[in-house]
């Protein structure tokens, strides 16, 4: 266990990763935890950060998201062992400690501020290797082999792109590794275009969101994404599943019984270019 408390001095969206970190560490603390995720527990504890004061009682939305993205790794590993992931906008996840994994090489792409606070808690290593660059800046596709299987993983990461950003990222990427696999998540358009109205959501009186501009009706999702990659490709829209307990349990078990209700929340997408 690390003893010293760090002041994590982030800011805009850098500091969303604390708002990631507390869902899935508070979940993880639990003595009936869902999501059991150790690493994340440690960090949060040595964070000299008052994470409720900025963004309230945590839920287990982020939790239950990088589980989902978890079961996609998982799935990727086991049918390409010796592959490569590159986890763009990685920040304070500890995905690498919840997956057993020998022999996958492992690629954390995010901004300078976010890597430096990163490597106070997770050390790159032979296996591990840590890229402070924006996911916008292309250098980053120079360290990564373009000959192998490859998993692309954004968690928590479009939705503040604008759009024509997500779009050309996604063209370049399919350009540069023509059989990659994609996984992200993505944010109904209404809560983009809410956060651009405000400004960013209010989280607390103390903390609102960056602005997230980047939002997609459901029913264009597939066309959109398939018209920007220019070529053959399946896609996959997954639906996050319900809360593992409690109130929103019941909600998340309820809500999608509702007429036209996927249309309202986020879903992760799984892209496979062919
Ligand atoms: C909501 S956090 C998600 C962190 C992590 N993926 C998770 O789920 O806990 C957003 C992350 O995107 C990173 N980020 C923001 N802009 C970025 C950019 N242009 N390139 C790469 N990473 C970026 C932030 O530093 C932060 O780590």
Redesign the pocket.
Same mark, same amino acid.
């Given at each position: 266990m690390m003893t010293n408390f760090e002041a994590p001095g982030?800011s /805009?969206?850098?500091e969303?990763?604390l708002?990631?970190?507390h869902s899935?560490a508070q979940e993880a603390m639990r003595s009936d935890s869902a999501f059991p995720d150790a690493k994340a527990a440690e960090i949060y504890q040595c964070l000299d950060y008052d994470f409720e004061r900025s963004f309230g009682r945590s839920n287990p939305m982020?939790a239950l998201? #990088?589980h989902l993205?978890d079961q996609s790794v998982s799935a990727f590993i086991a049918a390409h062992p010796g592959g490569s992931i590159v986890?763009? $906008?990685? $920040?304070?996840?500890t995905q690498r400690y919840r997956i057993d994994d020998e022999s996958c090489a492992w690629y954390t792409?995010?901004?300078p501020?976010?890597i430096a606070i990163r490597e106070r808690f997770i050390a790159p290593d032979e296996r591990h290797t840590h890229i402070a660059?924006? #996911?916008? /800046?292309r250098a980053w596709m120079d360290a990564v082999p373009d000959d192998g299987p490859l998993l692309i993983a #954004?968690? $928590?990461?479009f939705m503040?792109?604008q759009e024509r950003e997500v779009r050309n990222l996604l063209l370049d990427i399919a350009a540069r590794f023509p059989r990659c696999q994609l996984i992200f998540d993505v944010i109904p358009l209404w809560v983009s275009r809410a956060s651009v109205l405000a400004g960013g959501l209010p989280l607390t009186r103390h903390y609102r969101t960056p602005v997230m501009p980047w939002g997609v009706h459901r029913f264009s999702l597939r066309t959109k994404l398939k018209g920007w990659v220019q070529r053959p490709c399946s896609i996959e829209l997954i639906d996050y599943p319900a809360f593992p307990r409690g109130a929103p349990r019941l909600i998340s078990s309820v809500f999608p019984l509702l007429p036209g209700s996927r249309h309202w929340v986020p879903l992760m997408v799984e892209m496979q270019l062919r």
């Open positions: 982030l /805009d969206v850098p969303t990763m708002w990631t970190l899935r982020a998201r #990088a993205f986890n763009l $906008g990685e $920040g304070l996840e792409v995010d901004l501020e976010a660059l924006s #996911a916008t /800046d #954004a968690q $928590g990461l503040y792109f």
